[in-house]
């Protein structure tokens, strides 16, 4: 069943409960639209979303849960279908939920499971998702003049090389592919698919490499001198969603305070 089909654009962020995913949900609140939210189901999932509803309310967004791990694909359905009963539309897509690798250490040492890990939720989720919904969005009317869009937020790591990390790096690099390659099939349609490239992000999942990340800092590493906030890469989010970037296909946004720019 099809919900009557609202004016306010909608938006589906993964991973929207914490960090990163939260920020943007807040910020396409703000911008405008509904919000449905996914992630995993923990002990303080509740309360989190309960608090991130409240405070998009307070941005004259109708927000709902839809809790569940994204790797899990028969999911995906699901999460188009509560879209479509709500709302009746599905405008954007943030594909933002992601694992880090189990553990940093040398490349020799990465275990299978943790690179199966890192692929279930960093590619293969981002891959079928993004096909989930691009199916809706081509049977989807482009009447409403509403921009449609794919938004797959990778990582610095998707280019540069992190031999502690390889399992994830990998993952990371795949999930780029997978930008460009919905990016043409989609891009005659009008859907624009793009990626963002966040650098040392300010998140939990950054949190166990504090001391290390900020040595790094310190040593010039970041042009930027400093850690870079969800709210960076949310605003970067926000200017994809609203079409700002219309005529670019597969673009990638690195928003990383010039991490990995050349330099000499």
């Not at 405070?55 to 899990?72: K, Q, Y």
């Not at 299978?112 to 989930?132: E, M």
């Amino acid at each position: 069943m099809t919900g009557a089909e609202t004016q306010r654009p909608v938006a589906l962020v993964t991973g929207a409960l914490r960090g990163i995913g939260r920020a943007c949900s807040v910020a396409l609140a703000e911008a405008g639209f509904n919000i449905l939210l996914n992630d995993r189901p923990e002990n303080e999932s509740n309360d989190l979303a309960a608090a991130l509803r409240t405070e998009l309310a307070t941005h004259g967004a109708d927000s709902h849960t839809a809790m569940g791990d994204i790797s899990d694909l028969a999911l995906h359905g699901c999460l188009m279908d509560a879209a479509l009963t709500r709302w009746g539309r599905l405008d954007c897509l943030v594909n933002n939920a992601g694992v880090s690798a189990r553990k940093r250490g040398d490349l020799l040492d990465v275990e299978p499971d943790s690179f199966d890990a890192c692929f279930q939720v960093n590619t293969r989720a981002v891959f079928f998702l993004c096909q989930t919904v691009a199916r809706h969005m081509l049977s989807q009317s482009s009447a409403t003049g509403m921009h449609r869009s794919l938004i797959n937020i990778t990582s610095s790591n998707a280019r540069a090389v992190s031999i502690s990390r390889g399992d994830y790096c990998v993952s990371k690099a795949a999930a780029s592919m997978t930008t460009k390659l919905f990016a043409v099939r989609l891009a005659a349609a009008g859907i624009g698919v793009y990626e963002v490239r966040p650098g040392i992000i300010e998140t939990r999942m950054t949190q166990p490499a504090r001391a290390l990340y900020d040595q790094f800092i310190v040593a010039g590493h970041v042009p930027a001198q400093r850690w870079g906030t969800p709210q960076d890469v949310a605003s970067t989010v926000v200017c994809m969603a609203q079409g700002q970037l219309a005529y670019t296909v597969g673009q990638a946004v690195t928003v990383d305070g010039g991490l990995i720019l050349p330099r000499f």
